[in-house]
């Protein structure tokens, strides 16, 4: 097993340098907090930047080669008038306010809620989120309930990703 995480380890080092290297862009990873009360004020949400990273389907990986778990993302957009159609479209909306009023260029692609994913052999065969260790394999999750049987290969899987990443297809 310390072989399949030293392979892994090794897979996110390598993506890290080729993305460092390239021109492709990253995105903001950052910390939301909702709206909330403090001494009976309403604070509104807000957004608080963490640093960068690039996404790689159900992955993040910052410049120091840590790789999260990907959460949310949301642009730093101007928000537009509260609709109340639906609880999920104003939470949508107070995410995009909280970037909005963040330090990110407007536009710009905002992460959110990305968990660092620790690479062990302990933390991986117990892991619950997209990465995970089974059958001496190091496996993707598509889906929170994926398992073994349905989840592929991480090495392939991040190469694969990282090719579209650095050449995308024509049209792209």
């Known amino acids: 097993m310390a072989d399949i995480v030293g392979e892994v380890r090794a897979a996110v080092t390598d993506a890290t340098a080729r993305l460092a290297a390239s021109t492709v862009p990253d995105e903001a990873l950052a910390e ?33 080669g840590t790789l999260y778990a990907a959460g949310h993302s949301t642009r730093a957009i101007e928000p537009g008038r509260s609709n109340y159609q639906s609880v999920s479209g104003e939470e949508r ?9 963040g330090r990110f260029r407007e ?45 592929i290969e991480f090495v392939p899987y991040l190469r694969e990703r990282l090719e579209l990443l650095l050449d995308p297809p024509a049209g792209a």
Do not use: C
């Not at 909330?36 to 690039?54: D, E, H, S, V």
């Not at 990305?114 to 889906?143: K, N, Y």
């Open 93 to 101: 909306r107070a995410q995009r306010l909280a970037a909005h009023r």
């Open 32 to 64: 939301f907090t909702p709206e909330r009360r403090r001494f009976g004020i309403a604070l509104g949400p807000r957004m608080t930047p963490l640093g960068r990273a690039w996404r790689l389907g159900v992955f993040l990986i910052d410049r120091e």
């Open 107 to 151: 536009g710009e692609t905002v992460n959110f809620d990305a968990r660092v994913i620790e690479l062990s052999e302990e933390a991986l065969a117990e892991a619950s989120g997209p990465l995970f260790l089974a059958d001496g394999r190091a496996l993707v999750r598509w889906t929170p309930t994926a398992d073994a049987a349905t989840a």
